[in-house]
Nanobody
Framework: QVQLVESGGGLVQPGGSLRLSCAAS???????MGWYRQAPGKSREFVAS???????NYLESEMERITITANDEMNTVYLQMDRVRPDDTAVYYC?????????WGQGTQVTVSS
């Protein structure tokens, strides 16, 4: 059984930084891991993704503020976001793509507020 466990969400001050983590477990061959987010009243949007061999992909409007990395085993992914703004408030979802299918985490709430 595949599980994705996210951590690192919470309350962040505007202008600060956040770092989210997502750890995958299960016997799967992971090709890609990444993050989406869903703000209140909005549809889910792509944030960033990373594969074993290619350069990361980013939401173009945010690529100056976000960095995605993964461990060597490609089963844990991290999202660093700097200079956060109130409109970064959202539930952030980790996902992975594997030979066995696509999987999603349960989401972690990030709230940017003073």
């Amino acid at each position: 059984q595949v599980q994705l466990v996210e951590s690192g969400g919470g309350l962040v001050q505007p202008g600060g930084s956040l770092r989210l983590s997502c750890a995958a477990s299960g016997s799967i061959r992971i090709n890609l891991m990444g993050w989406y987010r869903q703000a209140p009243g909005k549809s889910r949007e792509f944030v960033a993704s990373i594969t074993r061999y290619d350069s990361p992909n980013y939401l173009e409007s945010e690529m100056e503020r976000i960095t995605i990395t993964a461990n060597d085993e490609m089963n844990t992914v991290y999202l660093q976001m700097d200079r956060v703004r109130p409109d970064d408030t959202a539930v952030y979802y980790c996902y992975l793509r594997s030979l066995e299918g696509d999987y999603w985490g349960q989401g972690t709430q990030v709230t940017v507020s003073s």
